[in-house]
């Protein structure tokens, strides 16, 4: 006779937590586990980066849902009893996916639950750079009051916006934009099709284009083996003087080198900047140095409402695996085709 069936088990990585044990964040989206006896959630109890095989098997964890720690070919080493890792967000590249793929085990990211958010946090950097926030900001600061003539802003009326990537943070973007009276937005993108770029209202470009005319270049591509670089100096000598930079992305896809030299020799007006080739970012960084650069620590983005809905996202990712169901968002969909995978699954998910 057959006892109550194990619930599948979901490991969140330790940095969703502090030094109480309680979350660090209102809301994770567990709530979408409550009333489901499929599903229970456990916590590491340690912040470790990458995460190591000890702490997913002490666990006992059949998915895994990642704040920031690296995914190794190490962490799933021995993963006869993991089934999944879910991102949470939408960058993967700390994730080593073919590694995964190879020991059986689905990665999945919040796909579309960032868009809004990442989108806002565009579109106010772009009126915190035309504006001249900062500066205008450290002159009351510093009793400079009589300075002020000498930073006249720009609106973004008539102005030109270009995406390089239009993925859905780059097209909630473009949506956001809509009611500034801006020029028809650029998009480089090898990915997209003249009919959606026609739908969404965009005019495809290639890239050397889109920075040599953009009053506002934003990144919202992935960091790949094919982007990496992607922005360097040559691109970035393509850019007009009165051009700004945003980089909501992620870091390797800038020269960082040719960014500093660009900005501090005044041949592109200005750059903000979430995300850096080295993270975490522990001492003062070169880039705070200049006044036409806002920087944040890879999370402007951040909000109570991104934290909920990316959480209810990665949770209903684990619970659909629970009932056998394959969530949105699979980066290795050939793991579904593997036996190994499959094995697993069927072994793995309550009766």
Known sequence: MSGTPRPFRVALTGDFFGADGSTKYPDIGLSTFEGRDEVEWVKLPEHRTPIGLDQIADAGAQGVIVLTPAVT????????????????????DAVDVAACTAADVAVFITAGAVDRSVAEATVGWMIALGHNLRIKDALVRSGRWDERSKYMGRELRGRTFGAVGLGGIGRATVTLLQGFGMKTPL??????????????????VGLDELL?????VSIHCPLTDQTRGLIGAREIGLMR??????NTARGGIVDEDALYDALAAGRIAGAALDCFA???????????TL?????????????DELFRDIGR???QGML?????RTPRGVVNPGVFDRPGFQEKWARLRPR
Do not use: M, Q
């Not at 998009?187 to 495809?204: N, Q, S």
């Not at 006044?291 to 909000?303: E, G, R, S």
């Open 278 to 288: 080295e993270e975490p970012v522990v001492e003062p960084h070169r880039f705070g």
């Open 212 to 216: 040599a005319e953009a009053d506002f």
């Open 313 to 315: 996202s990665a949770c």
């Open 241 to 246: 003087p009165d051009a700004f930079l945003i």
């Open 320 to 324: 659909d695996l629970a009932l056998g």
């Open 291 to 303: 006044d036409n650069v806002l920087l944040a620590p890879h999370c402007i983005a951040w909000t």
């Open 187 to 204: 998009a480089y993108d090898p990915f997209l099709d003249p009919k959606t770029a026609d739908e969404i209202g965009v005019r495809p």
């Open 73 to 92: 070919a190490e962490t799933v080493s021995r993963a006869d009893d993991l089934l999944a890792i879910g991102r949470f967000g939408v960058g993967y």
